[in-house]
């Protein structure tokens, strides 16, 4: 994938992904609702982020992702539905992501201007 070509959408991704995330946790908190409430086996937060993940599932074809990955500004879909979210201090916790994750998360990359996602 070119990092260089995708840059501007994946910012954007995960602009978008603060900005749902942010919210999201302003709607739970207006209904009085804990976003740790577990649903069916998975917390609030988890369903929000797993949510977003089911928009992005895609197959594509060795030769389409070929020619994606050298002309298409958008990362393949997998990349988006892990690339925003992973970066978001709710993700972390969410998840139970612990500091030195390899999935960035715990490194807090994207918290709210507010500090409401601050651990």
Request: overall charge positive; aromatic content about 10%; charged content about 25%.
């Amino acid at each position: 994938m070119n990092g260089t070509l995708t840059l501007g959408e994946n910012i954007a991704d995960l602009g978008g992904s603060r900005w749902r995330a942010t919210r999201y946790r302003k709607a739970l908190a207006d209904a009085g609702k804990a976003p740790d409430e577990t649903i069916d086996g998975s917390t609030r937060d988890q369903r929000f982020f797993l949510n977003w993940a089911t928009v992005w599932r895609r197959n594509y074809k060795p030769e389409d992702l070929r020619v994606r990955l050298r002309v298409d500004p958008h990362a393949p879909a997998n990349f988006r539905a892990i690339g925003g979210p992973s970066n978001l201090v709710p993700f972390a916790g969410a998840f139970g992501c612990a500091q030195g994750d390899a999935d960035g998360a715990s490194r807090g990359r994207a918290r709210s201007s507010s500090g409401e996602f601050t651990r």
